[in-house]
């Protein structure tokens, strides 16, 4: 009888799968359109993959999803709780309180006012916690501790990158001839997503990741070889910011198999990204969404023949917009 040969891989493609009929009840496909503007300029075809349209308006709702939805009955009556830059903490507290779930989400005082006023419109319990991620995270485990919450990690965990890699599907059902996918990559929950879900279907696909020179904590730590911790400063890219966790389970692992390469922008070239998409697409996008165009903008990127930007989402401070008028 032959024997089943097993591999280690944390997430294979049928996860994605079934991630992809796990969250379809609670999670609607993006529109993908083509950016005529930005192929002229690239030289290429480009299309912008529009996850800042959910309804949540982030990408992280799909791994937010499928997380919730895996929990035991017991998990769900105990309670969740997780760290957040913003995003995936109103994606987690729209699906509790889809599923009755109680929700406590633990962020920093470096959170923008826009997201706090955003996270609390959705009613889930907030806690304040230290000046990063990291500290966020502290006080997350110890609620799991004191309370019995199950943590939802926002990135490295099988079923969220499994949730964030059904984008994958989408793009290659609707554009198959696509060649190069570029998204602003920070934990690595969604890279490692597009990785599985695009490379099990063509090893050939390039996929690339953009971070901001401040706090880019997974481009130091594949420079570093190991994940290791690096102090966030303030960036356009807030959503961007944040630790990889040392030690890091899954994502580092994934992040070195798949991405082909990892580049950094400064603040003007976030913010380029942030100005061309409100006046050429008339979308106002935060600037971990744009990293991808500021990337092609400013030629820092080596791009295939049909080339997908992930616009993951569309959480931004008013007085940012003001003052990226104001200086454009």
């Not at 079923?159 to 198959?176: D, H, R, S, V």
């Not at 997503?193 to 020179?213: E, F, N, T």
Request: charged share 20%.
């Amino acid at each position: 009888m032959a024997t089943r040969n097993f591999t280690k891989e944390p997430v294979h493609l049928r996860d994605v799968w079934k991630a992809q009929k796990r969250i379809s009840p609670f999670v609607n496909q993006t529109p993908m359109i083509y950016s005529q503007v930005l192929s002229d300029i690239a030289k290429t075809f480009v299309y912008l993959k529009l996850e800042n349209l959910h309804i949540t308006d982030s990408f992280k709702i799909r791994g937010a999803a499928n997380k919730i939805l895996s929990l035991t009955d017991e998990e769900k009556r105990q309670g969740i709780t997780t760290f957040s830059t913003g995003n995936f903490a109103r994606s987690v507290a729209y699906i509790a309180n889809k599923l009755g779930i109680r929700a406590v989400v633990c962020v920093s005082k470096r959170l923008p006012d826009a997201k706090v006023e955003a996270l609390k419109s959705t009613g889930v319990q907030i806690v304040m916690s230290g000046e990063s991620q990291d500290d966020a995270k502290k006080r997350c485990e110890a609620l799991q501790e004191e309370q019995g919450l199950t943590v939802i990690h926002p990135f490295d965990d099988p079923y969220i990158i499994a949730g964030q890699g059904t984008m994958g599907l989408e793009i290659l059902n609707e554009l198959p001839e696509v060649d190069t996918v570029v998204g602003g990559l920070s934990g690595g929950g969604m890279h490692s997503g597009l990785g599985v879900a695009m490379k099990s279907a063509d090893s050939r696909i390039g996929i690339y990741g953009v971070s901001p020179k401040q706090g880019a904590t997974m481009y130091e730590s594949m420079q570093a070889k190991k994940p290791i911790l690096i102090e966030e400063q303030d960036t356009l890219a807030d959503s961007l910011l944040g630790g990889i966790g040392v030690p890091n389970h899954y994502t580092f692992e994934l992040v070195k198999k798949h991405v082909d390469d990892i580049v950094l922008l400064n603040e003007e070239e976030i913010a380029q990204g942030m100005v061309f998409m409100m006046h050429k697409h008339r979308m106002i996008i935060e600037g971990a969404a744009a990293a991808g165009i500021g990337a092609i903008l400013n030629h820092k990127i080596p791009l295939g023949s049909h080339v997908v930007l992930i616009i993951s989402g569309c959480s931004v401070d008013p007085s940012v917009l003001w003052d990226l008028e104001t200086n454009s």
